[in-house]
């Protein structure tokens, strides 16, 4: 079954503004990840916060984690075009990352 | 996008062709993986090679066959593909230190492929 699952599907803001993608999750985590994806493209590491930690910072990236609600949050301030693409979380399940459908995030000048 | 590439970029192929798909990481990394992403649907993890053997196989259709030379390459080998095969098919590397999916995995930027 689907480990991560972010919300909203999709998001659009003017730039300057801040956007929050929530990600919601099934089962226990050692971390968990947010990654990037330009349409049509690979995938871009952004950030991993184990499950020992509740905020991490970089750039004008903010993720938190709550393991008691299951669920973190990524948050972009001051919002650029360049920013336009879609967000994962990614949980691991196994060998491997299980990622959700993802946020959509259309910033606009 | 330089640490794991793909070769080609786009692939257009008949249900009756085959083709391969590769995938060369330059990052050391010792483990390697192959993903499915269609539209509207979340990344789907096809493989998954640790020091160039198979650990995970997600029930993934015999028309797909991968292949792990050596830690830095990773193809697949495709055959007798049908429509809905169409996707991007995405390449990962990761350096597991024995904790699976603790570690970054790093993408290539994918193999667009339509089946006709």
């Known amino acids: 079954s689907q480990q991560g699952e972010e919300d909203p599907q999709a998001l659009s803001i003017q730039e300057g503004e801040n956007a929050t993608m929530n990600c919601s999750y099934k089962t226990s985590i050692n971390n968990l990840q947010w990654y990037r994806q330009n349409s049509g493209r690979g995938l871009v590491h952004l950030i991993l916060i184990r499950s020992n930690e509740r905020e991490k910072h970089s750039g004008r990236l903010r993720v938190t984690l709550d393991t008691s609600k299951k669920s973190s949050s990524l948050l972009i301030t001051a919002s650029r075009a360049a920013d336009t693409a879609s967000y994962f979380c990614a949980t691991q399940a196994g060998t491997a990352l299980i990622f959700g459908k993802g946020t959509t995030l259309s910033v606009s000048s | 996008e330089t640490g794991v590439t793909q070769t080609p970029r786009h692939l257009v192929m008949g249900m009756t062709n085959k083709k391969s798909l590769k995938c060369e990481q330059h990052?050391?990394?010792?483990?390697m993986y192959w993903y499915k992403q269609s539209a509207k649907k979340p990344l789907e993890l096809m493989f998954v090679y640790s020091l160039e053997e198979r650990v995970e196989n997600n029930s993934v259709p015999s028309r797909f066959s991968p292949e792990c030379p050596n830690s830095s390459h990773l193809f697949l080998h495709l055959h007798t593909l049908q429509p809905e095969d169409s996707a991007l098919y995405l390449c990962?590397?990761?350096?597991?230190?024995?904790?699976?999916?603790?570690?970054?995995?790093?993408f290539g930027p994918g193999t667009r492929l339509t089946v006709l």
């Open positions: 990962a590397s990761s350096q597991e230190s024995g904790g699976w999916g603790t570690d970054t995995q790093y």
């Open positions: 990052l050391g990394h010792n483990a």
